[in-house]
């Protein structure tokens, strides 16, 4: 399990280093793995409180919802489904941003140097 938290950490910003600066998904590993090296322990916090936020805004109006109407199953899962939407597009800008904030510190880029990606 640590292992696992410790490479969910460390792999965290793969998907953005692999989508900017345009790297196959081997090299986006490491890339990742330089960019969050000295930081996992924040971005773990950054990953703890997204996840509280999924649980707050899915789990919680679900298991309200199943208290009080007779056929919950069906309509929690749809509400679940809805809202589902919500925590997800938090966590990918939370995790676009962590990778900003990451090569900001390691290179000192800049949002001019990243909108290259939409020319």
Known sequence: LVLMVVLMCKWTVTVQACAVERLGPID???????????????????????????????????????????????????????????????????IAIAYYDLRAVKEGITVDSLAHVFD
């Open 28 to 94: 986006g590993l490491r890339r990742s793995s330089f960019l969050t090296n000295g930081h996992r322990l924040k971005i773990f916090g950054l990953i703890v409180v997204i996840f509280l936020i999924q649980l707050l805004i899915t789990v919680v109006p679900a298991y309200i919802i199943d208290l009080l109407i007779h056929d919950a199953p069906r309509i929690s899962t749809l509400l679940g489904q809805f809202v589902l939407v919500l925590p997800q597009a938090f966590q990918t800008v939370a």
